[in-house]
């Protein structure tokens, strides 16, 4: 499991770079980041470097922030492994809520952030599904090769 740190925006010129701001001046680097907006809001869920300290910083800077658990996932970067993976969540009625790509220095591996409504299960499936759930340090070690 993974810890992903979401930000409410507002629509406004300069929230996301405020945030950005906020980030880079406390020497947090994001790893990956998804922004789904909608009219008078955004939701700007972000992998960093110290979730921790990000969660804090951004909380104190005003603003509203939560903390989620997500699965980080290692597939082959072929064209159905990622249907895959989800076609065996779905048959185990395991719903995923969202999705995004993620960071990586790798060639043959493609890392996606997922958030199923049952996380343990999920994890359960995976190699079953043909896809590894990657650890906080395993994420890590393949940002930084």
Same mark, same amino acid.
Do not use: W
């Given at each position: ?12 010129p300069g929230r996301l770079? &405020? ?6 001046? &406390? ?34 800077? &005003? ?28 048959l185990a009625g395991i ?51």
């Amino acid at each position: 499991m993974l810890q992903q740190i979401t930000a409410v925006l507002e629509n406004k010129p300069g929230r996301l770079s &405020g945030i950005l701001k906020t980030l880079s001046e &406390g020497e947090i680097d994001i790893n990956g980041i998804s922004i789904a907006d909608s009219v008078d809001y955004g939701l700007c869920r972000m992998i960093l470097s110290d979730p921790e300290k990000g969660r804090r910083l951004l909380s104190s800077a &005003g603003f509203i922030v939560q903390s989620t658990e997500v699965m980080a996932l290692e597939v082959s970067d072929n064209p159905g492994s990622l249907q895959q993976v989800l076609e065996t969540f779905s048959l185990a009625g395991i719903n995923i809520q969202y999705v995004y790509a993620f960071g990586t220095k790798l060639s043959e591996k493609a890392m996606i952030i997922l958030k199923p409504d049952d996380l343990h299960q999920a994890e359960k499936l995976c190699l079953q599904a043909g896809a590894k759930s990657l650890s906080p340090k395993e994420v890590e070690a393949r940002l930084t090769k």
